[in-house]
């Protein structure tokens, strides 16, 4: 408040400052009308005085010799000058007369007490003196003999000084007095002026406040953007030319603001509708869902009748997907396509749009339909359109707003659908990815089954539904006979398509609501939902029997059948745990092979403690490899640089001495976990690997799987650290990996686990990369260095264009986001040079090298 009365006190009125400099002109122009006036007039009595002095010396000099002649004597010469002396009382003169001695030769010396040295100098010299000091004038004149002077004055000749005349005149005393009226006359005049200076600003200034009054009083009406309309200043005439062109500047001012300006309403509205344009998981969800979401927040800031966008969606057709505040009519429909279309083919760049099919989405049906002519759709629509599909294969977006043709509303608008059209393209890019991949996470690409992963997950859920509901289940595991005789004699691509029928054809014979699934290989399992034993064996015999009957010809023209081994479990009478139920089915499978095949087997009471007895015995197994870790050896698998061709790094694994074999860790990583011992063999394969690693002075990167019961232990980090440490081995060669479909279940221990890890300098893996429904989640959530390509996508690369654009998007992403890309399941050289080809940074496989207890050279030091 302090400030601001500093600044009024600061500020000063107009009308106060043009006062006061007409007042400052007039005092400035009176004192010097008053100094030149005084002055003028003071030259001019001098002027006057040197012109009186000058005449009464030429009179008197003139008549001093005429009375001379005359006879007069010097009394009657100075009375004879009294009424020139006189005339001017305000101008004093002097006048004195000195005889020279030429003239008292002949009438005797005279008293001359007046006389002066410079009338004496004059006298002797004859020159006359004129001089000015001040306000006086003197004159000494010499007075000479004329030739009629002679008469009288014999004894002298024409020329000889008779004597001298003085004439002295002072205008200081008139200049004085003249001075003095000339103030008082200015000073009683000096009124004028103020009065004068007064009204002249009072009517400029009350030009200036009736334009002010104009510029204040519109203003105040100025409420939004659309009320610079009504403006209109240049209508105020004053009587200044200079007042009348700012205010027609004014209005060129408002014309260019009504072109630009947006109303703050709008962009608070843009702001906020900008903030929804966020792209999370459940807007990627259901694009269609978001779009409709969109157009409900334009309603509530503004009128938005409807929203359109334009998708490729195949070689030459394109979707056009109009969605609707509320119903239209029917012609309100046809105007609005029409005009789509006529705008379509004014754009010269969109000659593609050919074939479009259109969708209209009503958002609330209830309210009042929407009914516009096609004038106003064509005035209210505002459209943007691409010269070629982008992201999401968008290409065109319009939305019908009332505050189209508004001022500013346009940019608004504009504004919004640039962004709206790359939002919505994104998460339609995004949408349609992740379907594919969710697609290819769950689904066996060659079959179209459901694979592995899936099946799991939905035996798990359809266990948990039946010990809720009190109900059964049941799982089949079937295994196609003497399908290698049929791959090794007739090719891969023969057997695949082999493969691809008698799936087909397998789930053609189940019920509606059976899951069919891809286990692995020629290897299927079957999830029978609400199935007791009785109703599965029906359903077994069925496939059985119907695939006697299938055939397919063979390159060599031959007919190919096969047969199937199936086994069986149900639950509850088999078992209650899911692993020990599929562990039931997948040996009564097997038991139905050694029968010779084409068999289905149902366990009975034996076999159902038999296979519990193995899995006992497994227990007890693992029990004693604790006990005697010497059997627990770590076996390295080499992973290659594709780009130098050699070996750089190696993922260890564990194996376990078994009477002269060595039993991988998949035979029995399930019993561990299951037994919660897996950390402790995890150590103690870290630890032999370490050793192993300063023994051969190894440089380059180990992985180490991670088990998921390695997360809950607070010890695990520290443990590895201290290893590390005890066998000085760089934390950053060490590289944990762990599969994502792990992740999945224990994502917030994952995270806190990996900040860990990286905080201590070690390195993050995500193994089976693109199996799992969050594939994208992880890379955003962990700071990851290394993504191993699920082998599944890999192994297919060479035949399944799905399969290389999977990889190959996995590829470009990894490159994005500076991670590197090792490629698993590389079996064959052909498969190698497919990983190569789109760019995969490592291969891990078979054919680039076998799990071995032995680090090679090619990372060891010189």
């Known amino acids: 408040m302090l400030s601001k009365m500093n600044v009024l006190h600061r500020q000063k009125s107009l009308k106060f400052f043009i006062a006061a400099s007409l007042l400052a002109v007039s005092f400035v122009t009176f004192i010097l009308v008053y100094l030149c006036t005084s002055a003028i007039f003071q030259k001019s009595h001098i002027r006057q005085a040197k012109n009186t002095a000058q005449g009464v010396s030429t009179q008197a000099v003139n008549s001093l010799l005429q009375l001379m002649d005359n006879g007069w004597s010097r009394e009657k010469l100075?009375?004879?000058?009294?009424?020139?002396?006189?005339?001017?009382?305000?101008?004093?003169?002097h006048i004195a007369l000195l005889r020279a001695p030429l003239v008292d030769k002949i009438f005797g010396p005279v008293d001359e007490s007046d006389s002066d040295p410079e009338m004496q100098q004059v006298l002797e010299s004859g020159r006359m003196i004129l001089e000015e000091n001040?306000?006086?004038?003197?004159?000494?004149?010499?007075?000479?003999?004329?030739e009629e002077c002679l008469r009288c004055h014999n004894n002298a000749k024409v020329g000889d000084i008779f004597g001298v005349l003085k004439i002295e005149q002072n205008l200081g005393p008139a200049i004085h007095t003249h001075a003095r009226n000339l103030l008082l006359l200015f000073l009683a005049l000096s009124p004028f002026p103020i009065l004068l200076a007064v009204l002249i600003s009072s009517y400029t200034t009350g030009k200036i406040a009736k334009s002010v009054a104009v510029l204040r009083d519109n203003i105040k009406k100025i409420n939004s953007v659309s009320d610079l309309t009504n403006l209109v200043f240049s209508s105020a005439e004053t009587d200044f030319i200079e007042l009348n062109q700012i205010l027609g500047e004014v209005d060129i001012l408002v014309s260019k603001i009504q072109d630009t300006a947006v109303d703050?309403?709008?962009?608070?509205?843009?702001?906020?509708?900008?903030?929804s344009f966020l792209i999370t998981s459940d807007v990627v969800r259901n694009w269609k869902d978001h779009v409709t979401s969109l157009l409900i927040q334009f309603n509530e800031r503004m009128e938005a009748y409807s929203l359109f966008s334009i998708f490729k969606s195949g070689e030459d057709n394109y979707h056009l997907e109009i969605f609707w505040i509320n119903t239209p009519s029917e012609e309100t429909r046809e105007h609005f396509e029409r005009i789509i279309h006529q705008r379509i083919r004014d754009n010269e760049h969109l000659p593609f749009l050919a074939n479009i099919e259109i969708h209209h989405t009503i958002i609330d049906k209830t309210g009042p339909e929407i009914i516009f002519n096609e004038e106003h759709i064509d005035a209210q629509l505002k459209t943007i359109f691409l010269n070629q599909p982008k992201i999401g294969g968008i290409v065109g977006i319009g939305l019908q707003s009332k505050i189209s043709g508004e001022i500013g509303g346009s940019l608004v608008i504009e504004s919004v659908l640039t962004t709206l059209m790359n939002v919505i393209g994104s998460v339609r890019?995004?949408?349609?990815?992740?379907k594919e991949m969710e697609y290819h996470a769950t689904r066996d690409p060659l079959t179209g089954l459901f694979n592995q992963r899936v099946f799991w997950d939905l035996a798990a859920n359809e266990m948990h539904r039946a010990r809720r509901h009190n109900h059964p289940f049941s799982l089949l595991v079937l295994d196609l006979d003497n399908f290698k005789m049929v791959n090794d004699r007739y090719g891969h691509i023969f057997g695949d398509t082999f493969l691809q029928m008698l799936a087909g054809k397998i789930e053609l014979f189940l019920r509606e609501g059976d899951i069919l699934t891809r286990y692995g290989g020629d290897e299927f399992a079957v999830i029978l939902p609400e199935t007791n034993q009785e109703e599965a064996c029906t359903a077994a015999v069925r496939v059985l029997e119907s695939l006697k009957a299938i055939t397919l010809e063979a390159p060599d023209g031959s007919r190919i059948k096969s047969t199937v081994s199936i086994g069986l479990a149900v639950y509850p009478d088999h078992a209650e745990e899911l692993n020990a139920l599929f562990m039931i089915a997948d040996n009564m499978m097997y038991k139905a092979k050694k029968e010779g095949k084409n068999k289905i087997r149902i366990p009975t009471g034996k076999d159902t403690l038999k296979a519990f007895r193995a899995k006992d015995d497994q227990a007890l197994f693992l029990l004693n490899v604790l006990e005697n870790p010497d059997q627990i050896i770590p076996m390295f698998q080499p992973i290659m640089d594709i780009r130098t061709n050699s070996v750089s790094m190696y993922e260890l694994l564990m194996g376990i001495r078994q009477e002269g074999h060595i039993l991988r860790a998949n035979s029995f990583i399930d019993v561990a976990e299951k037994m919660g011992i897996i950390s402790q063999l995890d150590f103690i394969v870290i630890e032999k690997a370490f050793k192993e690693v300063r023994k051969k002075q190894y440089q380059g990167k180990l992985f180490i799987n991670l088990s998921p019961n390695s997360l809950i232990l607070k010890r695990y980090v520290t443990s590895v650290?201290?290893?590390?440490?005890?066998?000085?081995?760089?934390?950053?060669?060490?590289?944990?990996?762990?599969?994502?479909?792990?992740?999945?279940?224990?994502?917030?221990?994952?995270?806190?686990?990996?900040?860990?890890?990286?905080?201590?300098?070690?390195k993050f893996a995500i193994d089976d990369f693109g199996s799992g429904f969050s594939t994208f989640h992880y890379l955003k959530l962990f700071s990851i260095d290394y993504i191993k390509i699920e082998g599944d996508f890999v192994k297919n690369i060479p035949r399944n264009p799905k399969d290389r654009a999977m990889v190959k998007s996995i590829i470009s992403l990894a490159?994005?986001?500076?991670?590197?890309?090792?490629?698993?399941?590389?079996?064959?050289?052909?498969?190698?040079?497919?990983?190569?080809?789109?760019?995969?940074?490592?291969?891990q496989g078979y054919f680039t090298g076998r799990p071995g207890p032995e680090l090679r050279d090619s990372c060891l030091r010189p």
């Open 78 to 93: 100075l009375l004879f000058f009294d009424p020139i002396l006189n005339a001017n009382p305000g101008i004093p003169m």
């Open 134 to 146: 001040g306000y006086s004038v003197k004159r000494i004149i010499p007075v000479r003999a004329k």
């Open 264 to 275: 703050r309403r709008l962009l608070e509205f843009e702001v906020k509708l900008l903030e």
């Open 429 to 434: 890019a995004i949408y349609n990815h992740n």
């Open 815 to 843: 490159n994005d986001l500076a991670i590197h890309t090792i490629a698993e399941y590389v079996e064959t050289a052909e498969i190698l040079q497919a990983v190569e080809e789109i760019g995969a940074d490592y291969a």
């Open 721 to 762: 650290r201290n290893m590390a440490a005890e066998y000085q081995i760089n934390p950053a060669n060490i590289v944990f990996e762990i599969t994502e479909r792990d992740t999945v279940r224990n994502r917030t221990l994952l995270e806190k686990f990996a900040r860990e890890l990286k905080s201590e300098g070690f």
